[in-house]
């Protein structure tokens, strides 16, 4: 069973609309090395997991729970990017058409003219290109340290897009959500870099992947002077042996790795205004009427 709390695993910072940088975390989404990949990976690796191995299930395990938060939070943070692009913010007429307004013009040249035409600005399980998510991403061999092995280039690898893609935007919304990202992947990094030194690797001087100082990216060197990526959570409410993998000195740096007991506090998850613009404007007044009613029933 998962449980659910109703919050972002991460704070997403206000800023305006950015239908490019929108576009540019649909690769961290749903493209081959993004947080739809992850989960899954993760989530069908613990499934068909096999053995007493229970500390690596539960790592493997842990780390997919936490990446289903990681595509929430991509998600909503793509929406924040859309919502009212291009700029819309009813500065063009709040009836679409209204004295010949257009309030989707620029989708014609900017970012992902999908995001308009099919997903009313949100988020879709596609990449950059438009390419569709695909379950073939999916690496699940059956044998432990081959998993390990894929999962530690999966990490590297969307870390390193995640790095570049800090680098395409000044994007206050995309920036804190890849900042987070770029951390939290080099948390799993560690993890699984630490469950295969258990099991005989030495791994010198390779990791962090990209290998470069990333304290001299401002939004990262906070999360990482709070020692995000030396932390990782278990999700289970019923005990868990990570911690017998997760720990010691970090394989990828200065600090020691620390499995936390308490998952993270979250920020309050917000729903988006509606969008007359996009045809898609949310519930008349006598259905949001008749919903209030029913809410009103249930509590009584």
Not at 192 to 202: D, F, H, I, R
Request: hydrophobic residues 35%.
């Amino acid at each position: 069973m998962f449980f659910h709390v109703q919050k972002l695993i991460n704070p997403i910072v206000a800023d305006e609309p950015d239908p490019e940088a929108a576009n540019a975390l649909q690769e961290g989404l749903g493209g081959q090395f993004g947080e739809m990949r992850t989960m899954m990976q993760y989530l069908f690796q613990s499934f068909n997991f096999r053995g007493n191995a229970k500390p690596y299930f539960d790592l493997i395990q842990g780390i997919g729970v936490e990446e289903i938060g990681h595509v929430e939070l991509i998600a909503t943070t793509i929406n924040r990017l859309l919502d009212g692009s291009p700029r819309y913010q009813g500065k063009n007429g709040t009836t679409p058409g209204d004295r010949g307004a257009t309030p989707l013009n620029m989708a014609l040249t900017h970012g992902n003219i999908q995001h308009f035409l099919v997903g009313a600005q949100g988020a879709m399980p596609v990449d950059s290109t438009g390419n569709p998510w695909s379950g073939s991403y999916v690496y699940n061999s059956g044998n432990l340290v081959l998993d390990l092995l894929n999962n530690l280039v999966l990490e590297s690898t969307g870390r390193l897009q995640k790095c570049r893609m800090y680098e395409m935007t000044k994007n206050k919304t995309a920036r804190s959500t890849i900042s987070y990202l770029i951390v939290r992947d080099q948390a799993h990094e560690n993890a699984y870099a630490k469950a295969l030194e258990t099991l005989g690797v030495n791994w010198g001087k390779i990791l962090p992947i990209p290998k470069f100082d990333a304290t001299k990216l401002p939004e990262v060197k906070v999360l990482m002077d709070k020692g995000v990526h030396l932390e990782q959570h278990h999700w289970r409410l019923d005990g868990s042996e990570m911690e017998k993998v997760f720990r010691g000195a970090s394989p990828s740096g200065p600090g020691e790795l620390r499995t936390t007991q308490r998952a993270p506090e979250g920020v309050a998850v917000t729903l988006g205004a509606i969008r007359p613009e996009e045809f898609a404007p949310g519930l008349p007044p006598e259905l949001l009427e008749l919903t209030e009613q029913a809410a009103k029933m249930a509590l009584n």
